[in-house]
């Protein structure tokens, strides 16, 4: 990737997300047939957690405009007191830009993953994570967060920027998508 610091895309697996959520996925490992047989159902595919000073669950749908790029990352965010929650709501690939936190308790280099558009993500209380950034168009998603009292969101700059540029996403995409690089 053209960027800064040599950040690359990878793809979206369970495996390399662990450290900062679930990838919420239709996984046969976990389905299982429900209604006579009509419907299957994919069972505690993330792990919810907003109780944190008497927190409860929101559910709200964000609608997110397609990102310009080159796309320069210099803030980032985390919720220290719940989980959230990203599903797109279609078939349209996104990116995900999460970091580790240092033992200044500020974030790490950041780490960038394409969901495959089926695939969406639950960052672990307190990881640090760029908002939504949308490839191919307007794109819904089912967000699953926490309400209640209690300061939730801190940001914070980059101890340096980051660039992604539009070629290194554009050879992770699916045939059929497209992005307008501006």
């Not at 239709?26 to 957690?49: C, M, P, T, W, Y």
């Not at 970091?99 to 089926?118: Q, Y």
């Not at 998603?141 to 980059?158: A, H, K, M, Q, W």
Request: aromatic content about 10%; hydrophobic content about 40%.
């Amino acid at each position: 990737m053209a960027c800064l610091g040599e950040l690359t895309v990878e793809p979206l697996t369970a495996d390399e997300f662990a450290p900062f959520g679930d990838v919420i996925e239709a996984r046969d490992s976990s389905a299982f047939f429900v209604n006579e047989g009509q419907a299957q159902r994919f069972h505690d595919l993330a792990k919810i957690d907003v109780a944190a000073d008497n927190g409860r669950p929101l559910i709200s749908i964000f609608r997110s405009a397609p990102t310009h790029f080159p796309l320069t990352l210099h803030k980032i965010e985390r919720h220290p007191l719940g989980s959230q929650a990203f599903i797109p709501l279609g078939n349209h690939q996104f990116l995900i830009v999460v970091a580790s936190t240092t033992n200044n308790d500020f974030p790490d280099r950041p780490r960038v993953f394409l969901s495959n558009g089926h695939q969406g993500v639950n960052y672990k209380p307190g990881v640090w994570h760029h908002p939504l950034i949308v490839l191919n168009r307007t794109t819904e998603f089912l967000v699953i967060d926490r309400g209640g009292i209690g300061t939730n969101c801190d940001v914070s700059e980059l101890n340096e920027k980051f660039v992604i540029e539009f070629p290194e996403i554009k050879r992770w995409l699916k045939p059929d998508s497209w992005l307008s690089s501006s």
